[in-house]
């Protein structure tokens, strides 16, 4: 499967920010959201099951993010909100071919995008 992150940008603290991953082939059992801050190994963020489409977050953006894909447009979405500047990295999307949505571990994840920066500062 081909992964294209679309959606970065740079915005101020508070602000939102709306991302696209445009899948090309079988998604797998689940689409996932991960970012890579400078200096820092890459996280979890966000994943879904491709078919039921339970979401899993990290902990620290609960509340503030969501995550969703539409199986028909084969596109995994993630909506940012009150956005700081800890939220700041490059942003991946990944799909896996395992049922692992629960663990937001990369290393469950086989094919990835190229990635989109996402800057928040003031």
């Known amino acids: 499967v081909l992964l294209m992150e679309s959606g970065g940008g740079s915005v101020e603290p508070g602000e939102s920010l709306n991302l696209s991953c445009k899948a090309s082939g079988d998604s797998g059992y689940c689409l996932g959201w991960f970012r890579q801050a400078p200096g820092k190994g890459r996280e979890g963020v966000a994943t879904?099951?491709?078919?039921?489409?339970?979401?899993y977050y990290a902990d620290s953006v609960k509340g503030r993010f969501t995550v969703s894909r539409d199986n028909a447009k084969q596109t995994l979405y993630l909506r940012m909100s009150s956005l700081t500047p800890d939220d700041t990295a490059t942003y991946y999307c990944a799909s896996s071919a395992t049922p692992v949505c629960f663990d937001l571990s990369p290393q469950n994840y086989n094919n990835w995008g190229q990635g989109t920066q996402v800057m928040v500062a003031a």
């Open positions: 879904i099951w491709t078919h039921s489409g339970s979401p």
